[in-house]
Nanobody
C-alpha cells in the first residue's frame, strides 16, 4: 500500500524559509515520481514541483521557480521541498503525491501540511 506523510509546515514571516518533508512507504522512489501540490482556501489544488522516478527531470510551477527546490534521498525514501523567500500567496496546504514513473496524475496522496506566510 502506497503511503505518504508530509511534515515541516508552519507559520513563517514573508521572506522566510521552510523545508517540507515527505516520507514514502510501501514503494520506492526509484519507481515513482513525487510531486508537491498545494491548495489555498477557495482555490483548486495546483502542482508546485515534481521529480521523476529517475530523478533526472524536475518541474516547477512558474510561481515558485527560483525560490523552491525539490530534492530526494533515495536511501531514506524521502522527498523534500525547500521553500525560500516565501510570500503570503504561498499560504496553502501542501501535499506530496506519488505517480508511477513520470510526473502526472497521482496514484496516492499524503494528508497535507499547512504552510502559512504572514507577518
Amino acid at each position: 500500500q502506497l503511503q505518504l506523510v508530509e511534515s515541516g509546515g508552519g507559520l513563517v514571516q514573508p521572506g522566510g524559509s521552510l523545508r517540507l518533508s515527505c516520507v514514502a512507504s510501501g514503494f520506492t522512489l526509484d519507481d515513482y515520481a513525487i510531486g508537491w501540490f498545494r491548495q489555498a482556501p477557495g482555490m483548486q489544488r495546483a502542482g508546485v514541483s515534481c521529480i521523476t522516478s529517475s530523478g533526472d527531470t524536475i518541474y516547477y510551477a512558474d510561481s515558485v521557480k527560483g525560490r523552491f527546490t525539490i530534492s530526494r534521498d533515495i536511501a531514506k525514501n524521502m522527498v523534500y521541498l525547500q521553500m525560500n523567500n516565501l510570500r503570503p500567496e504561498d499560504t496553502a496546504v501542501y501535499y506530496c503525491a506519488a505517480t508511477y514513473g513520470a510526473c502526472g496524475l497521482p496514484r496516492a496522496w499524503g494528508q497535507g501540511t499547512q504552510v502559512t506566510v504572514s507577518s
